[in-house]
């Protein structure tokens, strides 16, 4: 295993694609001899058969460089992060074989400029090199196409330097120019006072420039790939999502494929894409412009959906809060402003989005507040919401924040839609799906075009074969919703009673009324944060006297911090007064949820021990030759090649190979490595003509050899399913608040209403719970409203609730899927953690993991809680078929599982 390579993927958590590109690189670093391709013809194509004959060997997708230098080509699709692979091959090139220079192509300036930032930036966020120590005392040199001729050649022995260029400037300043008459050489190739030649002659010169081309396929042109020729790197890495010259022919030099296609059938690093309609959509009769009407306003619908569920995202997971914006697609640079005129007017939505639309074109690309809005659309300071565009988003355009895609009148829907949702496939939270269906979905919204479409993506080769495909209800469409948090009964207590106070007339009455609420928030604020004392067991022992002192030190210390306030000793007096009164009401108001990370362990491969089935093991040792080719006559010879006989030992040789495989462990699978190469190099032995060859043959047929064993050991291959690491468990936690959307106007109903049809459940936030820990729920199904109505009006229930989806940390899956259950219910003796599901689903594998994972969590808060006076948990899965109102709690406990 390549040890700097293995470092590298770790410390620049590169994404699968991006570790098997990188180790394509370290590969092929080891093969290629990475030294300047001779001056002479001849020479020069010997050398490049030579070396495309290694490539080819590993992988035979390369079957022409289509350059005059080793150039390898990686195809993978826009979104999976090929910017921070050309960050690992050079952190790679630089750390295993000293190669010191570089020079970055960039296809245009967008592009350009962001490279600058991304290799020359520390301090921004998506700056390649974090994490790499090597460089925080020794940063790479940035040199630009904007400074290049100010570069002198006093460099240091161990500086790396970065050329970073834009094509268009690079191939301008290699053009020949005239000044007065007189015909000039180009910029690049003048005499630099600095370095006392030009700076083409100081790059050409160098023995160790590696070239690296963003977007490669921008540069197969003649007048580029001449202009690289002449740079003479050692090496090309190319880049790109689509792997076709300008005369659409497919490049020659790919060694490895990552393609759109495979990236939305992983699953892991876009967006899901989605085609909609609205449902029952019928065309028949309506202009073009009501057909971009109705187009424009269900994208704003799904527009102002997203925009709701990501704040719920942001608020749920503590993460920063992304502002979705749509892309409209115009036919030409007239419709383009037809469009902008109506959605920036009084008459669309009210004037809603008046000053929220930006038109990015031909005719307004130089304004230089439009290019400032368009650069800065992530930014929340950025209130554009809506972006119109004719065909200007090319290449760089990497924003994570376009979730809407309208394509109004388009000839080709389907190679619209195939063409444009690479633009907005980009996932904002660290290039990773969150696994909440809004926040991972692009949607392009395509009415008239949506059978075509789906016509379209029958085409098993067609990237919108991955695609889903949502019809939006009628009813949907002009619904508004907005953001409700429901916060937990204490603190809405304290809300409620912030208002009354704000009521009091009297100044001096209202001050102390102030104080004593003031007071109160500061305890309930504190308190959850002294759960981790040894003194606190449960809630109770926050009474304890050594604990009060401590949280009234620290609310004195709060109190203290920024601006004074001026009534901080009434409000300490007032701390001791209340304190004992608020730890009671904490006490009644929440659940004592136990808090620990629930993780499980490593899993684990070990082999069985087995004995080699040797008969396909027949190797010969082969004839070695060189050839010679005579420069002037261009004959061929062979002659014999006379060998030292130093190979080494054959059974290391055949270990090193094996331990290249990344499920051997050395340390754990060393006798039976020895085992199994013994005796396969025992059967090798016992067929050849001539023992003195063993070692030889070994030799040249190590990787096969290791295959057929590795072939073999697969076979006694087990995977170990982790086990749930022991937890530390602290005492209770804070109750965390519920965020979710309501329905504007007619969005909440009483938890008692019987809600038809029953698929409307979903939409409603309900209210008027006496026992619950939120005063304000929504519920996934009836099954979970007539739950509730049961743990409210039965009377073994105590307390109950529906946990937010940051309550527990409870993992399972191997630690990639977190937990959730759907409530928790107090009785007299015992806190049941309870999941409803459809019956038929009882069995799945998915639930009988999380149920297993519940368990664990149960079982290790009862061996807590019970230490320490508390309750016994118990996790109970409930088919949804016994939930029925008229039954009681202890009824469904018993006929759960």
């Not at 069985?608 to 027949?618: G, H, P, Q, S, T």
Request: hydrophobic residues 40%; negative net charge; glycine residues 4%.
């Amino acid at each position: 295993m390549n040890q700097v390579a293995s470092n590298i993927k770790q410390r620049l958590s590169l994404r699968e694609p991006l570790q098997e590109s990188l180790d394509i690189v370290a590969r092929l670093e080891e093969e290629l001899s990475l030294s300047k391709t001779p001056e002479g013809a001849d020479e020069a194509e010997l050398f490049l058969i030579q070396e495309l004959e290694k490539v080819k060997q590993l992988y035979p997708t390369c079957t022409n460089f289509e350059r005059d230098f080793p150039s390898i080509a990686f195809s993978i699709a826009t979104g999976v992060g090929k910017t921070r692979l050309m960050g690992a091959c050079i952190t790679y090139l630089y750390l295993k074989r000293g190669i010191k220079n570089f020079f970055v192509l960039a296809p245009n300036l967008t592009i350009y400029d962001k490279l600058i930032e991304d290799f020359g930036n520390p301090a921004y966020h998506k700056y390649v090199f974090n994490g790499i120590s090597e460089f925080v005392h020794n940063r790479p040199v940035i040199i630009t196409g904007d400074n290049y001729a100010q570069q002198g050649n006093l460099f240091s022995e161990s500086e790396i330097r970065i050329n970073i260029f834009n094509i268009a400037k690079f191939n301008s300043d290699n053009k020949a120019t005239k000044k007065g008459g007189m015909s000039l050489p180009p910029r690049i190739k003048r005499l630099s006072e600095y370095l006392g030649q030009s700076y083409w002659e100081y790059l050409s010169g160098l023995n160790d420039l590696v070239i690296l081309m963003d977007e490669a396929h921008r540069y197969h042109a003649d007048a580029s790939k001449n202009a690289i020729n002449e740079l003479k790197p050692i090496l090309g890495i190319e880049f790109t999502a689509t792997p076709l010259d300008e005369k659409g022919r497919l490049f020659k030099n790919v060694v490895y494929e990552y393609s759109l296609a495979q990236a939305l059938n992983d699953g892991k690093y876009v967006k899901n894409p989605a085609i909609a309609t609205r449902k029952n959509f019928k065309k028949d009769g309506m202009s073009e412009r009501q057909l971009e009407i109705v187009k424009l306003e269900d994208a704003i619908s799904i527009h102002q959906d997203t925009k709701n569920e990501l704040e719920i995202y942001a608020l749920n997971n503590q993460v920063k809060l992304v502002k979705p914006f749509i892309l409209v697609v115009c036919k030409d640079i007239n419709h383009a402003k037809e469009i902008y005129e109506l959605i920036n007017s009084e008459e669309f939505y009210d004037g809603e989005y008046k000053g929220k639309v930006l038109q990015i074109d031909s005719s307004t690309k130089r304004e230089e507040d439009v290019e400032k809005q368009f650069l800065s659309l992530e930014n929340l300071d950025n209130n554009i919401e809506i972006v119109i565009h004719v065909n200007m988003l090319k290449e760089g355009w990497d924003v994570t924040n376009l979730y809407t895609i309208v394509p109004l009148r388009a000839a080709n829907a389907a190679v619209l839609v195939e063409q444009t949702i690479g633009r907005g496939l980009r996932l904002p939270y660290e290039g990773k799906r969150t696994g909440v269906d809004k926040v991972d979905k692009l949607t392009v919204v395509a009415h008239e075009n949506f059978e075509a479409v789906i016509l379209a993506a029958q085409n098993p080769n067609s990237v919108l074969n991955k695609m889903s495909f949502i019809e939006i209800p009628d009813e949907d469409i002009n619904q508004k919703t907005e953001v409700v948090t429901s916060i937990p009964v204490v603190e809405k207590q304290l809300e409620q009673t912030q208002k009354a106070v704000s009521q009091i007339t009297n100044s001096n009455e209202r001050q102390k009324a102030q104080n004593n609420l003031d007071a109160k928030k500061a305890v309930v604020n504190a308190l959850p944060d002294f759960n981790s004392l040894p003194e606190v067991r449960k809630v109770d022992d926050l009474n304890k006297p050594e604990v009060k002192r401590k949280v009234m030190r620290k609310i004195e210390s709060d109190l203290s911090k920024g601006q004074q306030n001026l009534f901080k000793a009434d409000i300490l007096n007032e701390v001791a007064a209340v304190y004992e009164a608020m730890v009671g009401e904490l006490k009644e108001r929440i659940i004592e949820i136990p808090r620990m990370d629930l993780v499980q362990g490593e899993t684990t491969v070990s082999f069985d021990y087995f004995d080699l089935d040797v008969l396909e093991f027949n190797f010969q040792a082969l004839e070695q030759e060189i050839i010679r080719l005579g420069l002037m006559d261009k004959q061929v010879e062979t002659l014999r090649a006379r060998s030292s006989g130093s190979y080494g030992d054959p059974i290391k040789l055949i270990i090193t190979q094996l331990i290249d495989y990344p499920e051997i462990d050395y340390d754990d699978n060393a006798d039976l490595l020895y085992h199994l190469t013994s005796q396969a190099v025992e059967k090798i032995k016992a067929q050849l003509k001539e023992e003195k060859k063993l070692s030889e043959t070994v030799f040249q047929f190590k990787s096969a050899i290791a295959e057929k064993i590795y072939n073999q050991m697969k076979d006694h291959f087990e995977l170990h399913t982790p086990d749930y690491i022991a937890p530390k468990v602290f005492p209770f936690v804070r109750i965390e608040p519920w965020n979710f959307t309501a329905l504007i106007n007619a969005g909440f109903k009483d938890y008692r209403d019987i809600i038809q049809p029953v698929s409307l459940v979903p939409k409603y936030v309900f209210r008027g719970f006496e026992k619950a820990c939120h005063l304000e729920y929504k519920f996934d199904s009836k099954t979970e409203q007539d739950l509730a109505f049961i743990l409210e009006n039965d009377k073994c229930v105590i307390k109950w609730l529906r946990p937010a989806s940051n309550q527990f940390r409870i993992y399972w899956d191997n630690n990639s899927k977190k937990y959730e259950p759907d409530f928790i219910v107090e009785t007299e003796s015992v806190i049941y953690m309870i999941e409803t599901k459809a019956r038929k689903d009882i069995d799945a594998i998915d639930v009988l993991q999380k149920k297993q994972a519940a368990e664990k969590y149960c079982q290790y808060a009862t061996d807590y809680t019970l230490k320490h006076g508390g309750k016994e948990w118990k996790y109970l899965l409930m088919p949804h078929d016994i939930v029925e109102r008229k039954a009681s709690f202890n009824y469904l406990a018993q006929l759960s599982k």
